[in-house]
């Protein structure tokens, strides 16, 4: 079931743009980190969830490359962006082979089920 995202044609015109530039160079940047590494976790500083699914990825030697976008206090608009493009509410994000598994939890069950490494094996 395809999620539900606004219709452009739902868009006044006149917004049109300021809906595509927003943050922009910072959703590129997530993009472009997902595109060439196997492993990204995007995530926010002071935020123990994004700790703990770094420590899962160093725990079995899983390289990864961290995006942290600023913490509680600051860059919420940055982090809002990403949220917004790929429709995941919550940090941290993790990406493997360009696509979103999901968060800290979600990378737990695919370390612990043997996923993670076949995704990465098969170079899916």
Same mark, same amino acid.
């Given at each position: ?46 935020? &123990? ?10 725990? @079995? %030697?899983?390289?990864? =490359?961290? $995006? /942290?976008? +600023? ?20 940090? &941290? ?10 968060? @800290? %939890?979600?990378?737990? =069950?695919? $370390? /612990?089920? +043997? ?10």
């Amino acid at each position: 079931m395809p999620r539900s995202v606004l219709e452009e044609a739902r868009i006044h015109p006149a917004i049109r743009q300021k809906v595509t530039d927003n943050h922009r160079t910072t959703v590129r940047e997530v993009i472009n980190a997902a595109e060439q590494n196997p492993v990204v976790v995007v995530g926010m500083g002071q935020n &123990p969830v994004c700790k703990r699914a770094r420590r899962q990825l160093e725990a @079995a %030697s899983v390289p990864f =490359v961290y $995006l /942290e976008y +600023g913490n509680y206090l600051k860059e919420w608009r940055r982090r809002n962006s990403i949220k917004m493009w790929c429709g995941w509410p919550t940090f &941290p994000m993790v990406f493997v082979r360009g696509t979103l598994v999901g968060g @800290a %939890s979600d990378l737990r =069950v695919l $370390l /612990e089920s +043997g996923e993670l490494q076949e995704l990465l094996a098969n170079g899916k």
